[in-house]
């Protein structure tokens, strides 16, 4: 039997095990049927679909009045008991049944594929409603939700996805209209679909992930696992594989408490929509409709929308809002009890380990430290997991603004001090007023730790470029002496000797021209299908022996190019985010959207703003204009032109408001950066005027976005000082049997369930019985016990009693008092954080965990650490579990410093270490005075 035919099998025998009612033939129409029939019409005719009767088939059909399309089936049936049929007659409602299933599943395909783009329209305006209702009532916890939507909708994935949820959607709502026969229920059959659909779209994904669960697919349609496929790591069978993944080691699990609040959700949005009433659905949909779609939607579509667009809101609402507190009360009592497993795992294999006196393999042990970390930071995210989101929405919302922001700080600095340097008539090396002709030309014999050159010094590398330039000469002209060259035409060898003469002739300028038309023509002859193949070749080989060169003939040019690519500066230039056009030019690199931004941007002295903050979207950094604020430029302007490409930037005629005319950007900016910028000769402006004008207007920006993070930051306090245990922590309403009879009749097992799970719910109190797990196993290392046996739930009553990991202990004790400093207080009806934590602070103490961590290594003589200093002498197993828990602590180290820091992630000052930069900068300032005042023969008061 087919692999098809097999799915069909297990949906129709789960369709008569579970449902209520079973199906059998009836020869007419009953009474009952007809009277069914006349619900279904009264209930779907308002909601603009047409019922009609195939007497043949004994079924309804449900069309869509406008389209005609059919949407439903509706088989009719007698009921009965499944214990009242023999097997013969079971074997043959069977096959019936699979054929309806069959039927329900094409009818949803057709309805699918030819409904996707009026259909994902209506998702997309409904989920639209949702995430703006989100923005509406809870800004501070995903402000970029609507962009988030957006992108997602439009990516192939998220189409693909959709159309996976409305086909499995269709397949459920049909298959369920055949058992549902009451129509006071018919209500519930959109959202149960949609749980389905959901579940799909959700999950499918992580499905497919394991590579043995698409090979299994692929088995079960008949195909074999080849040599090629087990060497990509997939299983001689693969489908037992695939049952391990999805089974034994639980993944299917994971979905459990998502599909639970799906269908809960379902349940809500259904009892919801049957309380709704035709008048108020005609009056306030409406309304709704005319305010989310575009005027010129017909009628037809926003019926569509009130019907199917009503639905999918209300569900997603409704599970958006619950997923959280079903998620995490599920993993409250399933993974809060497994952690009872996960510590009785651990005291054995601790035990197997001394038993064999640390002669068997460790490896075990090590993955069970690896896993128990891997446990307890998922256990903290859980009771965390708003925080986390939260957390990372406000730093994707946030990071254009603050990369742009260095960024252009940084490209500006650079460049207002080039403007200086040009404006000074001593002034050697006047970057902004050169060009660079043997730019992209390798400098012969330059190792790569001096590539900044390029950028710093270029006319220190001209001579090694011109060696590369006559060694491309060279070959050239042995090229146009190989058989090769005897297959080019004419007009081709003219062409290259033409362009070789002006690279021969010696002349700066006369070069850069010559291997810019070489760059030029080679672009050219690649664009060109039915070009010569030997010509492109010849060209490409001439060109890639300069070294790919790219000359930068505009002046000016050549420095913004050398400063983009010089590797000193990629960190700055590295993933900035920026628009690709401004005005009139295409801008594909930071720095000519950066050298426009100086013509066009918002000018801050006149009340222009750089930070522009739309809700729902990244906030984003629009470097400023520094140009004469007088001059309104038509260059900033794309009205009826089609944009130039980046190289006219620098040589497109400009013209100012006093009809001065400049050759391009750069020379604009060398005559016409404002004064308040530029400075005067002997003293610099341009720190000062960032500092009040742009850096002044982000700062005030972050203080905005920080009364709406402090919400975040005081959930954050919150679950990281959670007391104790949650109600249902380690508490799984429903246990395997073996376990349930435990819980009964041992009485540690009951005990267990009774006191809870083991692990505290509270970060820091959960952060800190994992760092006793770990110097347990230390400790046991050091001053070894006949019996290892860690009881997680109490871990933190007892006492360490070695002074290396006291003093492990006492620095982790360190941060928990940093981290104390942050504070939640009310002020005007709202909760604000107090902290005066730095983040330079939360550095310096991971240093000093990290320091105690090196001192206990040297202890147990692991790592770096001289064995013949250790107070200890290990074997190697130890050592691994050793070096193993050492890596555990300071994994968690990090993770705890971590809280402080989203505590101030939305702190202007404090991201940017302020504070530190001003204590160093005292420090610096402090010491000058004192080396001044030593050679004055000077000793200030409170100096020393």
Known sequence: MKWFQKTLVAIATFNMVFSPVIASAAPEWTEKD????????????????????????????????????????????????????????????????????????????????????????????????????????????????????????????????????????????NVLSMYMKNPKFHHMIPYLGMTVGAFLQTYLSQVASDPNVMACAKVMMGKTITEKDQANGIDADPCSKAYEYLVLKKKLWEFAPGIVSMLISSGLAGVAQSVITKTVLRITGVDIALWLVPGTMQLKGIRLLLVKGLQITAFVAIDMWLNRIVVSTWKNMYDGAEFYDVNDSLNEKMNLMKKSRWSADSKDLQADLKEFRKKMTDWRMMNMSEVYEAHQSWSEALHQMTSMFNTSYSFYDAFVAEVRKARDENASNKFLTMTYPYNGVVAKGLTDDMKDTYYLKPQVLEGMQL???????????????????????????????????????????????????????????????????????????????????????????????????????????????YYRQVGLFMTPKVTDYLVMQMICGPDL??????????????????????????????VCNNVGMAPLVAKNIYKFPIQTSN????????????????????????????????????????????????????????????????????????????????????????SKTRNRYVEGGPVYNGAM???????????????????????????????????????????????????NGMMKRIKVTTMEGRE?????????????????????????????????????????????????????????????????????????????????????????????????????????????PGKH
Do not use: C
Request: charged share 25%; aromatic share 8%; proline share 4%.
């Open 34 to 173: 007809k009277a069914q029939l006349a619900h279904y019409r009264d209930y779907l005719e308002p909601l603009g679909y047409r019922l009609t009767l195939d007497p043949k088939e004994k079924k309804a059909l449900v069309y869509d009045k406008h389209t005609n399309k059919l949407a439903m089936e509706v088989p009719f049936a007698e009921e009965g008991e499944l214990r009242k049929f023999s097997p013969k007659s079971l074997n043959h409602m069977l096959m019936e049944e699979m054929v309806r299933v069959k039927h329900a599943s094409k009818a949803s395909w057709s309805h699918s594929v030819r409904n996707l783009p009026a259909e994902s329209a209506i998702f997309f305006v409904a989920m639209g409603a949702v995430v703006a209702g989100q923005l509406i009532t809870n800004y501070s916890q995903n402000p970029i939700a609507m962009k988030q939507h957006i992108d997602h909708s439009l990516s192939p994935i998220g189409v693909f996805g959709f159309f996976t949820f409305m086909y499995s959607q269709g397949v459920t709502a």
């Open 467 to 577: 060696k590369t330039i006559n060694e491309g000469l060279e070959n050239a002209e042995n090229l146009l002496k190989s058989e090769d060259a005897k297959y080019l035409y004419p007009h081709e060898i003219k062409k290259i000797t033409a362009i070789l003469t002006k690279i021969r002739s010696g002349e700066r300028e006369a070069i850069g021209l010559g291997l810019s038309e070489l760059y030029e023509e080679l672009g050219l002859a690649m664009q060109n299908i039915s070009g010569s193949m030997n010509y492109k070749d010849t060209l490409r080989k001439i060109y890639d022996a300069f070294g790919r060169p790219n000359p930068m003939m505009e002046p000016g040019r050549g420095w913004v190019e050398s400063y983009a690519n010089a590797p000193m500066n990629e960190e700055t230039v590295k993933d900035a985010k």
């Open 605 to 634: 002295e006149n009340g222009g703003r750089s930070v522009k903050n739309s809700r729902g979207f990244p906030s984003v950094f629009l470097p400023p204009q520094i140009g004469n604020s007088a001059d309104q430029l038509n």
């Open 659 to 746: 009809k001065k005319k400049y050759a391009g950007a750069i020379d604009y900016l060398i005559s016409e950066t404002r004064p308040t910028v530029i400075g005067t000769a002997d003293e610099p402006a341009f720190q000062n005027w960032w500092k009040t004008r742009t850096e002044a207007q982000v700062q005030k920006a972050f203080e905005e976005y920080g009364k709406s993070y402090d919400e975040i930051v005081a959930k954050m306090v919150k679950a990281v000082y959670y007391p104790g245990r949650k109600f249902f922590n380690g508490r799984p309403l429903v246990t395997n049997p073996m376990k349930t009879l435990k819980i009964y009749f041992d």
């Open 765 to 815: 109190n959960s952060a800190f019985q994992e760092e006793r797990v770990y110097l347990s196993i230390l400790g046991d290392l050091l001053q070894p016990a006949a019996e290892f046996n860690v009881d997680i739930a109490h871990i933190l009553e007892t006492d360490l009693n070695i002074p290396a990991l006291q003093e492990v202990e006492n620095q982790f004790a360190v941060l």
């Open 832 to 940: 604000v954080v107090e902290s005066d934590l730095e983040n330079y602070e939360l550095e310096e103490q991971l240093q000093n965990i990290q320091g105690a961590l090196k001192k206990l290594s040297e202890v147990l003589g692991v790592g770096d650490a001289d064995p013949s200093s250790a107070s200890v002498q290990l074997n190697k197993q130890q050592r691994d579990v050793a070096v193993t828990a050492l890596e555990q602590l300071q994994g968690l180290a990090t993770e705890v410093m971590m809280y402080g820091s989203m505590a101030n992630a939305v702190s202007w000052s404090k991201i940017r270490n302020l504070k530190k930069l001003n204590i160093e900068q005292q420090r610096f300032n402090n010491e000058i005075q004192a080396r001044l005042d030593a050679m004055r023969g000077i000793s200030m």
